[in-house]
């Protein structure tokens, strides 16, 4: 099930998030998703949640959920770019799914719900996607997005450079 986020899905989304730093340094190292060096302490993410809660309230940000048999699996959010600014009219994307969830449509499902969330209150989507992720960036192509920009060795995780490619949809 698709649904927006709710103020008691702050531990699952935070449980999710630190599967994904174990899935980063145990099984995965090119995963796509931009992490601090180290796990946030749980404080932070309260801190994190909370402040993404104050944003959805007042429009600054949506969020949709993917959840399973009562558990969030699944997060896509777009925050504004910069509130009450000349950019404030672009969302920026991010999207994260549990590694055993993934591979049966949801990443497509929470997409489109948020792209049809976002009309009337962005002009326009934004979202950076590892070059090596051709999954995602097939799945973004389908759902009309146009790439903009490469930037080569845009992250580093340890030794390790990633190419970022810069995607925009207009609403």
Not at 46 to 57: A, C, E, G, L, Y
Not at 72 to 90: A, E, F, N, T, Y
Not at 96 to 115: P, S, T, V, Y
Request: net charge negative; hydrophobic share 35%.
């Amino acid at each position: 099930m698709i649904r927006d986020v709710q103020w008691n899905d702050m531990q699952d989304l935070v449980n999710n998030y630190y599967s994904y730093y174990g899935e980063m340094e145990n099984e995965y190292p090119d995963m796509g998703l931009i992490f601090y060096h180290s796990r946030p302490e749980f404080v932070s993410e309260i801190d994190w949640f909370s402040t993404f809660f104050r944003d959805i309230q007042a429009g600054n940000a949506i969020g949709v959920v993917a959840e399973e048999d009562g558990k969030v699996i699944g997060l896509c959010d777009v925050h504004r770019k910069r509130p009450d600014s000349d950019v404030s009219h672009i969302g920026i994307l991010g999207i994260a799914i549990r590694k055993e969830f993934r591979d049966k449509g949801l990443g497509r499902q929470m997409m489109e719900a948020i792209i049809e969330r976002c009309r009337g209150k962005f002009d326009m989507i934004v979202l950076d996607v590892f070059s090596n992720n051709q999954q995602a960036i097939s799945l973004y192509k389908k759902l009309g997005f146009i790439e903009y920009a490469h930037l080569p060795r845009g992250t580093k995780r340890g030794n390790k450079f990633y190419d970022e490619i810069s995607m925009y949809y207009d609403l």
